[in-house]
T-cell receptor
Framework: GAVVSQHPSRVICKSGTSVKIECRSL??????MFWYRQFPKQSLMLMAT?????????EQGVEKDKFLINHASLTLSTLTVTSAHPEDSSFYIC???????????????FGPGTRLTVL | QKEVEQNSGPLSVPEGAIASLNCTYS??????FFWYRQYSGKSPELIMS????GDKEDGRFTAQLNKASQYVSLLIRDSQPSDSATYLC??????????????FGKGTLLTVNP
């Protein structure tokens, strides 16, 4: 099946610093990637949709200047949390859609997630 | 009204029993429906996708879709302790240019007791 990786898997940082999370599609080209955030015991909340070579589309209430998304290639999207604060501590998960043999239409494949803790 | 609703559970079934997970959605224009399994601390894993009314079977899993009732379910036969997880229902919204966006329910926590 389609494999999506994320790096790092876990990060602890001080308040005010910036953190970059990478999302890679390993065996397929991802035309569209998504970034989600999940707080404990809550469902996945879509933050933004990222299309290769174009600006990301952010969901209502998500600050585009705080959560910078770059989808520079068909296999890589990055999310940078700028000036992170404790309330940004969460589980960040990316997913990808692409053309891949064996993948049915509209299926999203998720990365393993990045757990961010801001002290 | 929430867009995708699931009973949060926990749903507890004995090993070997059938677990039935239910989901309702509000957008009649929804076209694609998915069930994901999420273990604690892990990201979701796709189990089933269903696009047309009726049943779709894959191993021990059966997805059922009824668009008229805006209802989708997941049956797990011969439940195993390893099936214990949170099951997320996801619906693809018919949202014009953003046709790939999924809306997730909050998930149902399933516990299979040995």
């Amino acid at each position: 099946g389609a494999v999506v990786s994320q790096h790092p898997s876990r990060v602890i940082c001080k308040s005010g610093t910036s953190v970059k999370i990478e999302c890679r599609s390993l065996d397929f080209q991802a035309t569209t990637m998504f970034w989600y955030r999940q707080f404990p015991k809550q469902s996945l909340m879509l933050m933004a949709t990222s299309n290769e070579g174009s600006k990301a589309t952010y969901e209502q209430g998500v600050e585009k200047d705080k959560f910078l998304i770059n989808h520079a290639s068909l296999t890589l999207s990055t999310l940078t949390v700028t000036s992170a604060h404790p309330e940004d501590s969460s589980f960040y998960i990316c997913s990808a859609i692409g053309h891949f043999s064996g993948s049915a239409r509209n299926e999203q494949f998720f990365g393993p997630g990045t757990r961010l803790t801001v002290l | 009204q929430k867009e995708v609703e699931q009973n949060s559970g926990p749903l507890s079934v004995p090993e070997g029993a059938i677990a039935s997970l239910n989901c309702t959605y509000s957008d009649r224009g929804s076209q694609s429906f998915f069930w994901y399994r999420q273990y604690s601390g892990k990201s979701p894993e796709l189990i089933m996708s269903i696009y047309s009314n009726g049943d779709k079977e894959d191993g021990r899993f059966t997805a059922q879709l009824n668009k008229a009732s805006q209802y989708v379910s997941l049956l797990i036969r011969d439940s195993q302790p390893s099936d214990s997880a949170t099951y997320l229902c996801a619906v693809k919204r018919n949202s014009g240019g953003s046709n790939y966006k999924l809306t997730f329910g909050k998930g149902t926590l399933l516990t299979v007791n040995p």
